[in-house]
């Protein structure tokens, strides 16, 4: 029996360089399981339209998608669709993003890209499609609302396989004459479908469903396994090499970081001052761009990343996320009331506003925007 296999899109992981570690390993594997279809999500743009090619180059990822452009070319990024035949029968194959799912990469809030109406789109191509082949398939990341809205405002459609589906749909279902699946959430399940096909015309006439939970039940694929925990070893060789040049070796075991809070109960119009401030959503802001996983970056927008008992990723010490006051002050336990902790803040501060970071620092300026 003939088997199509597709992917409804987002294979790409979040907007960090170690996600995107671990997206160089997901795509080998992809590529080796031999897919006929991805549909493109806008997760698959999280580091750039440079990146996705190299990708598709590298691991012969069957990308495509019918409404994404280049706004300056106006030219889409993607192959329009793709024809795959299977016993005789030639599929059609077409992805479709959802305007509303915004492509962002890791370093650009504006990606020079635009995602065209999708109804308007498919009602430009779904003559050709029909032309073309005998059945026409839609990867379409647009969520279950969209996916059906799509199906009945364009007709022509055989199958849809969903995307970007935040839950596992186990069964099927019919909208007009077009049958509808979902592509499982995360990963988590596999799903497959028997379709009966008509030889003669190419449409679909029946179909069943079943979804696989990928879980614990299911025994390992001895060789598959170990791929996977040779890759765990270079991912944490990947993220050990990042940390060593920021080694965590200041300070003292003996001291302290008390938190920001702690501050408030003495410091109280203090503290509200630094809670308007920007220091106080610094670690917010890396985050937002991908980036809070980088020591580069951790350094300056947390407290004590390189001190003992600093900030880091595990409870407790992830409560010392954002340039609290003892980034600037120095450990809670080391607490004096002799106005050392006054000069020793304002020493502090080119040690992150410094040439490369802040070219344009000035004390007095800043200060003025934290002033406390």
């Given at each position: 029996?003939?088997?199509?296999?597709?992917?409804?899109?987002?294979?790409?992981?979040?907007?960090?360089?170690n996600?995107?570690?671990q997206?160089?390993?997901?795509?080998e594997?992809?590529?080796?399981?031999?897919?006929?279809?991805?549909?493109?999500?806008?997760?698959?743009?999280?580091?750039?339209?440079?990146?996705?090619?190299?990708?598709?180059?590298?691991?012969?990822?069957p990308?495509?998608?019918?409404?994404?452009?280049?706004?300056?070319?106006?030219?889409l990024?993607?192959?329009?669709?793709?024809?795959?035949?299977?016993?005789?029968?030639?599929?059609?194959?077409?992805?479709?993003?959802?305007?509303?799912?915004?492509?962002?990469?890791?370093?650009?809030?504006?990606?020079?890209?635009?995602?065209?109406d999708?109804?308007?789109?498919?009602?430009?191509?779904?003559?050709?499609?029909?032309?073309?082949?005998?059945?026409?398939?839609?990867?379409?990341?647009?969520?279950?609302?969209?996916?059906?809205?799509?199906?009945?405002?364009?007709?022509?459609?055989?199958?849809?396989?969903?995307?970007?589906?935040?839950?596992?749909?186990?069964?099927?279902?019919?909208?007009?004459?077009?049958i509808?699946?979902?592509?499982?959430?995360?990963?988590?399940?596999?799903?497959?479908?028997?379709?009966?096909?008509?030889?003669?015309?190419?449409?679909?006439?029946?179909?069943?469903?079943?979804?696989?939970?990928?879980?614990?039940?299911?025994?390992?694929?001895?060789?598959?396994?170990?791929?996977?925990?040779?890759?765990?070893?270079?991912?944490?060789?990947?993220?050990?090499?990042?940390?060593?040049?920021?080694?965590?070796?200041?300070?003292?075991?003996?001291?302290?970081?008390?938190?920001?809070?702690?501050?408030?109960?003495?410091?109280?119009?203090?503290?509200?001052?630094?809670?308007?401030?920007?220091?106080?959503?610094?670690?917010?802001?890396?985050?937002?761009k991908?980036?809070?996983?980088?020591p580069?970056?951790?350094?300056?927008?947390?407290?004590?990343?390189?001190?003992?008992?600093?900030?880091?990723?595990?409870?407790?010490?992830?409560?010392?996320?954002?340039?609290?006051?003892?980034?600037?002050?120095?450990?809670?336990?080391?607490?004096?009331?002799?106005?050392?902790?006054?000069?020793?803040?304002?020493?502090?501060?080119?040690?992150c506003?410094?040439?490369?970071?802040?070219?344009?620092?000035?004390?007095?300026?800043?200060?003025?925007?934290?002033?406390?």
């Open positions: 029996m003939p088997v199509l296999m597709l992917d409804g899109g987002d294979l790409f992981g979040r907007r960090n360089k996600d995107q570690h997206t160089h390993f997901l795509c594997v992809t590529g080796d399981f031999g897919y006929d279809g991805i549909g493109l999500g806008e997760a698959d743009l999280n580091y750039g339209l440079d990146f996705l090619r190299e990708m598709i180059e590298k691991y012969d990822l990308f495509t998608n019918a409404n994404v452009v280049d706004r300056n070319t106006g030219e990024i993607l192959p329009e669709y793709l024809i795959v035949e299977k016993n005789g029968i030639k599929f059609g194959l077409v992805s479709i993003l959802a305007p509303r799912h915004k492509i962002i990469t890791m370093t650009e809030t504006d990606s020079g890209l635009d995602i065209k999708p109804v308007a789109t498919m009602r430009e191509l779904m003559p050709r499609l029909r032309e073309e082949c005998d059945t026409v398939v839609l990867i379409g990341h647009l969520g279950e609302g969209q996916t059906d809205t799509l199906v009945r405002e364009v007709k022509g459609f055989d199958l849809v396989l969903m995307g970007h589906v935040h839950r596992t749909l186990k069964k099927g279902r019919l909208v007009d004459d077009t509808i699946l979902a592509a499982p959430h995360e990963g988590r399940f596999a799903g497959r479908s028997d379709i009966f096909v008509n030889d003669e015309n190419g449409r679909v006439e029946a179909f069943e469903v079943e979804v696989t939970s990928l879980d614990e039940a299911l025994d390992d694929e001895p060789e598959m396994a170990k791929r996977v925990e040779e890759y765990k070893a270079s991912f944490e060789e990947f993220k050990l090499a990042k940390r060593a040049d920021f080694p965590r070796d200041l300070g003292s075991e003996k001291e302290t970081y008390l938190g920001a809070r702690s501050c408030k109960t003495c410091h109280e119009d203090t503290w509200a001052a630094y809670a308007e401030s920007s220091h106080n959503t610094a670690f917010t802001s890396i985050r937002a991908g980036m809070s996983n980088e580069e970056c951790i350094l300056c927008h947390t407290t004590g990343y390189r001190y003992l008992n600093g900030f880091a990723e595990k409870s407790p010490f992830n409560k010392l996320s954002n340039v609290q006051c003892e980034a600037c002050h120095g450990y809670g336990t080391e607490h004096d009331r002799d106005g050392k902790w006054i000069a020793q803040a304002k020493d502090s501060c080119v040690t506003h410094d040439q490369e970071n802040s070219p344009e620092f000035d004390y007095a300026t800043y200060w003025e925007k934290i002033k406390h």
